[in-house]
């Protein structure tokens, strides 16, 4: 059985989730109406998985979300609304160490809950079989145990930035190549660590798709603009491809490649029904073996759930390119990597720590 805590301040909220996974038949279901509930479940319940709304009284998501991982790390989705601003709490959610979220119905909630149901489950499944990393909060989390520290306030919960790794210039000229990453559940946090690790000067543009709503994709790519050396922006409308840019594939879309009298572009294509999950890395990839010779192209494949990019980069590797798997002992969820390791088509399997400098080595060599 799957413990799950629903954390919630609407009864009406925790009846309908309750409802979806008790019909499953698998969970365990324990109920919390704000932080502080939730906290003094997290040792009597031992849930294994937890849904947390943001917005209660008490104490609200953010802050119990950072006590949850320095008392008892536990995977944790959060509950959010399709809005900027709800996109801007769960990418901070996800540096406090969130590893995926929900979006919360934005009218009739009994009405929609049975559409978004199986979506629902899976994410939360999903989500209890994930890895947290055991360096998470390390520190934070001994000095608490230990009673040299103390709990954060409720009130204000600490936020914290990722960490750059000491950057190292590639000494490579530009060269016409591109980079295509791929990545879907615990996303954001890895995109962190590798493009962050990435300089300024770096050759080659690279193109990233990130299974995210249409309101998320915009503030994700403003948050990674202000990590990185690199130039970070959402590829909403075409965009001429150039080195040093990040362009990150525009939610409730496709983003594909293409060329124009100008040059290879990026931009955002309407959904196809034979990709299941969006922006989608097989069409991505897809579409830039299209218009690059295979040796130009570096496709890198990270944690995330199913299987979305991995035939498209076993093929590109098979006709020559290069491809990175993220390694199963840093995914927070070994699907997407996991099956292109499966098929036979990672190139290099690397742990997430490791793979900034795998891509800066093969441009180097290009």
Known sequence: MIRLLIVDDSPLMRRLLGGVFTAEGDFEIAFARNGVEALEQLQAFKPHVITLDVHMPEMDGLACLDRIMLERPCPVVMI????????????????????DFITKPDRAISLEME????KLVETVRAASRARLP???????????????GQAPSVQAPRRRAPVS??????????????VLIGVSTGGPPALDT??????????WPIVVAQHMPGSFTGP?????????????????LPMQLAPGHVYIGKGDADVIVSVRADGPVVLAAPTLPEHRWHPSV????DSAMQHFAPERLLG???????SDGAEAMARLKGQGGRTIAEAEESAVVWGMPGELVRRGGAGVIAPLEEIADRIMDMVERS
């Open 194 to 203: 590798v493009l962050s690790r990435l300089p300024a000067d770096f050759p």
């Open 80 to 99: 959010s609304s399709l809005t900027e601003a709800g996109a801007g709490v769960t990418l901070e959610a996800f540096a406090l160490g969130a590893v």
């Open 220 to 236: 994700l790519a403003r948050r990674l603009d202000k990590l990185c050396a690199l130039t970070v922006m959402e590829a909403a």
């Open 282 to 285: 097989d069409r991505l990839v």
């Open 300 to 306: 890198v494949l990270m944690t995330g759930m199913g």
């Open 165 to 178: 790794a000491p950057r190292r210039r590639i000494k490579a000229a530009p060269a016409h190549g591109l």
């Open 115 to 118: 559409t978004l149901a199986p």
């Open 134 to 148: 055991s360096s998470l909060r390390l520190a934070e989390r001994v000095r608490l145990r230990s009673g040299l």
